[in-house]
């Protein structure tokens, strides 16, 4: 059992949890992007935009326990803009989205 006294047991049952994590990782931020993309092409619809800020949510809620604080902001910026009522700002999402992507070793 990993505890506070053994760090290094630690981080390794957080990079096998990474690693076994990557494939679901790699869905939600690719369902992101089509969310991004879709709303630059002004297609995004209610249904994509709620699993969007569904899927921001889990990362702003996860992203840290794995090492990437910043991810986890900006999935935080993410949903709250998704969930905000009112339209989209296309640019803003892309850019949020790009940033949440760069932070991460996918």
Request: glycine residues 6%.
């Amino acid at each position: 059992m990993t505890t506070a006294k053994d760090p290094e047991a630690t981080r390794k049952m957080l990079a096998a949890l990474w690693e076994r994590s990557l494939p679901v990782l790699r869905e939600r931020c690719a369902l992101l992007e089509r969310a991004a993309t879709a709303a630059q092409a002004g297609t995004l619809t209610q249904e994509l935009r709620a699993e969007a800020m569904g899927i921001a949510h889990k990362l702003s809620g996860s992203l840290g326990m794995f090492g990437y604080p910043e991810g986890t902001d900006f999935a935080r910026r993410i949903e709250e803009h998704l969930e905000a009522p009112g339209p989209v700002d296309p640019p803003r999402l892309a850019r949020d989205v790009a940033a949440l992507l760069a932070t991460l070793p996918l």
